[in-house]
């Protein structure tokens, strides 16, 4: 198998870009300072550029199931593209102000100006895709992994529309979020390894186990990342402490605790979510009542299940041995990330 790299998953997002006239390079330097590749003066710099994981899941799929993860690439890079390009809207949606310890696109260069660029990673993204007939591909397959890839998009958007809409309701339930979180996270996932697997030729039966293997996988990760939104340090999130409760999230902890504090605790914890802006008082009054909960715990248990069902998915996958080890160590390592 050919060893799969950072380096060539960023050189195959690269090659996305086209050659800039001068009155729009500042257009696509914004986008590469997202990637990492540029500093806030738009200088090249090699700053944290993400954990790559869905890239490496499409070629690790391709090569799985017998396929050549080289040929895998542009679509990898289209993955990664848009995976970013949804962190961009994310983080104006979010009003987040940095992203990977930097400052986001929008804090920098102001939510217009960030939208835009957001914008042409998805268009990059596409294009991406369409390079696949450049190292043979057959049309018919490009035309099903396009149309495979916009479906996807649109579960994403879905996932959006669902977890802004949580902001303002506290009636959420755990069936509620695992139906958001399906769509803004694991799709993704899913499709990356479903979509690198059809690539690779998969029969129905292995396309299905990496199909299956990458939605588990995506629930788990995603549910251990609201975990790390509240109790996960800064030095390991990029993101100040307690982050989520400072932004009110109503993730899966937090979903727990409303529906199993008594009825002073869930009083307190309602009102709080419900305040325009918060106190460093009502974020240690909300750590106390999600540990008198015992929401950690539960949430962590959780994220265990999805995570069991990952391994599982995998040890059904009939294919090359190599590459599957690849995908096992990985699923094994993405578990237990809060400490």
């Not at 944290?48 to 499409?58: A, E, I, Q, T, Y």
């Not at 591909?137 to 396009?146: F, L, N, T, Y």
């Not at 977890?163 to 509620?176: P, V």
Request: with cysteine.
């Amino acid at each position: 198998m050919k060893h799969i790299s950072d380096d060539s998953i960023r050189q195959a997002m690269q090659s996305a870009f086209p050659p800039a006239d001068a009155r729009v390079t500042m257009f696509y330097e914004m986008q590469e300072y997202h990637l990492g590749w540029r500093n806030a003066q738009l200088e090249p710099t090699q700053a944290d550029s993400g954990k790559l994981l869905r890239p490496r899941f499409c070629l690790l799929a391709c090569a799985a199931v017998g396929g050549d993860p080289q040929q895998a690439e542009p679509l990898a890079a289209a993955i990664q593209l848009l995976h970013d390009f949804s962190l961009i809207h994310d983080d104006i949606e979010d009003h987040s102000p940095t992203r990977r310890g930097r400052e986001t696109v929008w804090k920098l260069w102001e939510v217009p100006q960030a939208i835009n660029v957001g914008d042409g990673m998805f268009t990059l993204a596409q294009l991406s895709l369409f390079r696949l007939a450049e190292v043979g591909v057959e049309s018919s397959v490009v035309v099903e992994i396009a149309r495979r890839f916009n479906q996807t998009i649109i579960r994403l958007c879905e996932g959006q529309y669902l977890d802004m809409s949580f902001e303002q309701r506290l009636d959420i339930s755990e069936g509620d979020y695992l139906a958001m979180i399906s769509r803004k996270t694991a799709a993704l996932i899913a499709a990356a390894a479903g979509l690198g697997a059809i690539l690779g030729n998969a029969n129905r039966e292995q396309a299905a186990a990496l199909y299956n293997w990458g939605e588990a996988l995506g629930l788990a990760f995603q549910i251990e990342d609201d975990m790390l939104g509240i109790w996960g340090a800064e030095a390991v999130t990029g993101k100040p402490d307690a982050h989520d409760i400072w932004g009110r999230k109503k993730s899966l902890p937090v979903i727990h605790a409303l529906a199993h504090a008594d009825v002073e605790d869930g009083g307190k914890l309602a009102a709080i979510y419900q305040k325009e802006q918060l106190e460093v008082s009502d974020i240690q009054t909300v750590l106390t009542i999600l540990e008198r909960t015992g929401s950690q715990g539960y949430t962590a248990g959780v994220a265990k299940f999805y995570h069991e069902q990952a391994l599982a998915a995998l040890a059904d996958l009939q294919g090359e041995a190599e590459p599957i080890a690849e995908l096992h160590a990985l699923t094994k390592q993405l578990l237990g990330r809060v400490k």
